[in-house]
């Protein structure tokens, strides 16, 4: 297996809609190479999963997006890749001394409050994957945040500390490389297992409300294909994709 480096070349930009959608207009463009990362000052009309909003003050955040060209792996493994963008970016935050957890599918939050992002956009060609962006946007040195972004952090605010971003996105790229290549080398059944010993609620007693109404019961596992696994207190297992479910831990 290929093994990648990422942020060679590095496209720096101040202001653009999103760097997802900079990255899919630069790969129309002409031949990319693996591992390019898109980073901007700012987002116009930054995105989050499921068409959510992703607001940033300018030049205080993360903000950017890796091209990959993850060929080999199975279009109902993409799940892995988000496992393993996420258990990077956790490595990076813990590495600074914060708790973070991983809140499934992929957020990162620390005591409660979302800190960071992920946005993964594939292309599919006869069931693999061809091309795949990865926006990520991690809050880094804002402090003051919009009323209506329900319960945001920043690495500043847990810390106290303000960060060089410029360095602070080369340790991240640096904790993101390892679980990439371990994706890259096909060592699924590690990715799973690292990405589940950091996962918010699981085995935990938690309320959980979907489209029938409300129950208690346990996060279990991820199937391979992503979807959340909840065994009920009557023993009954369901099985939701994204916004399917909502959940907290049991009081």
Not at 4 to 28: C, E, F, H, K
Not at 83 to 88: F, K, L, N, P, Y
Not at 215 to 236: H, M, S, W
Request: hydrophobic residues 40%.
């Amino acid at each position: 297996m290929k093994r990648i480096n990422l942020g060679r070349p590095l496209v720096q930009l101040q202001t653009v809609d999103s760097t997802n959608q900079y990255a899919a207009r630069y790969m129309r463009q002409g031949p990319v190479t693996e591992g390019t990362v898109i980073l901007a000052e700012h987002q116009t009309s930054g995105r989050g999963q499921g068409g959510s909003q992703w607001v940033s003050e300018k030049g205080s955040n993360l903000l950017f997006s890796i091209i990959l060209k993850p060929d080999f792996l199975p279009a109902y493994k993409q799940f892995y890749l988000s496992m393993s963008i996420a258990t990077g970016i956790h490595h990076y935050i813990s590495g600074l001394g914060i708790h973070a957890v991983i809140k499934w599918p992929n957020d990162l939050f620390i005591q409660g409050k979302k800190v960071a992002g992920i946005l993964i956009e594939n292309t599919i060609l006869a069931k693999y994957l061809n091309t795949s962006v990865i926006g990520i946007g991690l809050n880094v040195n804002q402090r003051i945040f919009p009323d209506d972004i329900p319960g945001p952090t920043s690495l500043s605010i847990e810390t106290g500390a303000t960060f060089d971003l410029s360095e602070s996105l080369k340790e991240l790229l640096i904790c993101l490389k390892s679980p990439l290549n371990n994706l890259y080398q096909g060592k699924f059944a590690l990715i799973r297992s690292s990405y589940l010993n950091l996962l918010w609620l699981l085995n935990t007693p938690s309320v959980f409300t979907d489209r029938t109404g409300t129950f208690k019961g346990r996060i279990v596992d991820v199937a391979d294909t992503g979807e959340l696994l909840v065994v009920t207190n009557q023993g009954e297992i369901r099985s939701y994709g994204f916004k399917e479910v909502t959940f907290q831990e049991e009081v």
